[in-house]
């Protein structure tokens, strides 16, 4: 399963940001590694982020 959230708004600069303290995105991160998964950001100042989440389903009867 893979899930890309992306915006066009004002992003920000990855290098110089504490991941951890931004709790929407740490709480995103932190679902994605209790399925199993991992989540990537991407953004840049002026030009959007995004999100990508992917996950393994190796069950047929795992949902999300």
Excluded: H, W
Excluded at 31 to 40: D, F, H, P, Q, V
């Amino acid at each position: 399963l893979d899930l890309i959230v992306s915006d066009n708004g004002r992003g920000f600069d990855i290098a110089n940001t504490d991941l951890s303290l931004t709790s929407g995105l740490n709480n995103l991160r932190s679902r994605a590694e209790l399925l199993g998964g991992r989540m990537t950001i991407q953004s840049d100042p002026g030009k959007g982020t995004e999100a990508e989440i992917e996950v393994i389903l190796n069950d047929k009867s795992q949902t999300v």
